[in-house]
């Protein structure tokens, strides 16, 4: 089941990307680390009425944010629509040991049938450019990689910014 997030679940969504950023490290993909994902950021969603959490068997285990709000880093991009009518993916999260079940497809399609019921023009994500899963995870679904950004208390590496038109 998916659900918008409410404040109790935070402690438990920050074990779930505690748990994913465990497993990326061990992958040698350095895309989360201690400072992010934080509770400051699962907050601000909440209180932007932008979180939501995917259940499995009464428990969180899953996490996205759908958000508005264009973050200032991705003034740069070249997108394909206007700034003005999109919606922006962060935070997308599975734990480790429900990844490869079709989950993160899930909230995804629950993104994207947001984004559709309420006529946004395009949806708007990035992803780490060490992260060759989730890289082809999004062309798989029709997103097209536009150009790079930077968040360097993250990584040294860029981030690929992707698109989907709606």
Request: with cysteine.
């Amino acid at each position: 089941m998916i659900r918008k997030a409410h404040e109790k679940d935070i402690d438990s969504i920050l074990l779930l990307t505690k748990a994913c950023a465990k497993a990326m490290i061990a992958n040698h993909i350095y895309q989360w680390n201690s400072r992010y994902p934080n509770k400051f950021a699962f907050q601000n969603d909440i209180n932007r009425k932008e979180l939501y959490v995917l259940e499995i068997n009464g428990k969180v285990n899953g996490t996205i944010v759908i958000s508005t709000y264009m973050d200032a880093e991705y003034e740069s991009i070249k997108w394909i629509t206007s700034n003005q009518n999109n919606i922006y993916i962060h935070r997308l999260a599975v734990h480790p040991k429900y990844q490869g079940n079709g989950y993160a497809q899930q909230l995804m399609s629950y993104a994207e049938q947001f984004a559709i019921e309420n006529n946004y023009t395009s949806i708007r994500l990035d992803t780490f450019s060490q992260n060759k899963r989730n890289q082809k995870f999004y062309e798989l679904r029709g997103y097209k990689r536009l150009g790079d950004i930077h968040f360097p208390k993250q990584s040294e590496f860029p981030f690929h910014c992707y698109e989907l038109i709606l």
